[in-house]
């Protein structure tokens, strides 16, 4: 039966935010609601008008008897400083201070919303990169990977501390911890990366950076690339950091254990410009 305009409008808004960078065809859509393909490229148009103008988003056309249309998901500047600002609040108070400078980060890291929006926002910073897989390191940097990864619509790969016989074959590097100078090891399953796969490394917490630079001795051993680092906060005044370049989008200013003072700020992020373009129906026809 044929869908009116409206629910059309609706369910294809909402098919493509629940499969973002999925390629779907003009076919897929036309099958769908039971409607002309010019039609559909009309209501792709009015879409993409919306989310460039709401700065969620935007749909590229892939041409081509293969091609379609992939929501690419996009969070402007007002969102993520709403975002970031909400974080910094939540990461001051007295109470998260735990030894050692480190903060209790628990309940956030496992807050759907904080993680989504974390995880739009780093999509959003690595956008314009060819992204094959998001690396984190077990245990706690596991939900803001997924939540990357999702937008990304990329596999997770997991490195940890001890192999286990349901990965298969591993392959093992030591590495030392940036903070305590201790020798670590970590594992990964030989089957996670294929050689030459570009990969967007992401964790919760860095310090001095030991562990993410043992994730890119990792990718080194799997000949892998890596084509980005995000971290959701960084420690500040670390005299030794093992790694320069990385976005993070929060940092630990300032940590006083004795009068239990925190200060906590924006990190070294800084969104893409991203420009609304006017697209026809022309345009986006396939």
Known sequence: MKTRRSTRLVDMTYYLLQHPRRLVSLTFFAERYQSAKSSISEDLVIIKQTFEQQGVGTLQTIPGAAGGVKYIPYMNSIEADELIGELCRQLANPERLLPGGYLYMTDLLSNPRYINGAGRLFASLFAGQQVDAVMTVATKGIPLAYAVAN???????IARKDSRVTEGPTVSINYVSGSSKRIQTMTLAKRSIPEGANVLIVDDFMKAGGTIQGMISMLEEFQANVIGIGVL????????????????????SEVNTRDKVIEVVK???????????????????L
């Open 267 to 285: 990190g070294n992020y800084a969104l893409p410009e991203f420009k609304e373009e006017m697209v026809s129906e022309e345009e986006i026809k």
């Open 233 to 252: 906060v960084e420690a500040d005044h670390i005299e030794e950091r093992l790694i320069e370049d990385y976005v993070s989008l929060i940092r630990l």
């Open 151 to 157: 937008y990304l619509d990329v596999p997770v790969v």
